[in-house]
């Protein structure tokens, strides 16, 4: 999957539409440090005003669409290089914190919103507590973000106890102590 070509498409169009929006997933992982992350789609958290143009958009851009909901949108290209893109949208409280609180950083050549290491463990402990076998991939992307500098593991733990994981979150503190 060419990812810099999605994240610019995707990227410049919201710029453009003036879309409140952070990358999310994988990717965004990758981009706080963890280079050895594989990933096989772009996810984004978008404004949910900005669903229907957005999905108008993906699907103008070869991208078929496989769920929509109010909460996220699936799209797949038949051009493998284009791949699948994960679309969550966010409203109120939640999307002011994560798009007000989003670092640009860099994709390569690309400047984009990222959403912060807090946020991005706060939706792996959410995807872990709804789909348990992603503890497998998930806790080794919270491991990371533990250990980006200056993040605020505290506020981590206290998402994964609203969950009802904490005992989850400390035995994955635990092991990233140690290493």
Do not use: C
């Amino acid at each position: 999957m060419r990812f810099d070509v999605v994240l610019k498409t995707f990227a410049d169009f919201f710029e453009r539409e003036e879309i409140r929006y952070a990358l999310v997933g994988g990717l965004a992982v990758y981009v706080w440090g963890m280079h050895s992350r594989s990933t096989h789609d772009v996810d984004f958290a978008l404004d949910l005003s900005s669903r229907e143009r957005v999905i108008e958009f993906t699907e103008r851009s070869g991208y078929e669409t496989l769920y929509v909901s109010d909460g996220f949108s699936n799209h797949l290209n038949a051009d493998s290089q284009l791949g699948r893109v994960d679309l969550m949208y966010l409203k109120g409280k939640t999307a002011d914190v994560v798009f007000a609180t989003a670092e640009r950083r860099n994709f390569g050549e690309i400047d984009l919103p990222v959403a912060r290491p807090e946020l991005l463990a706060a939706m792996k402990a959410t995807s872990m507590k709804n789909r348990p076998a992603r503890v497998l991939i998930d806790a080794a992307d919270v491991q990371h973000l533990l250990s980006v500098p200056g993040v605020d593991r505290e506020q981590i733990r206290n998402y994964f106890a609203e969950q009802g994981l904490l005992e989850l979150f400390d035995a994955i503190e635990r092991d990233t102590r140690r290493r």
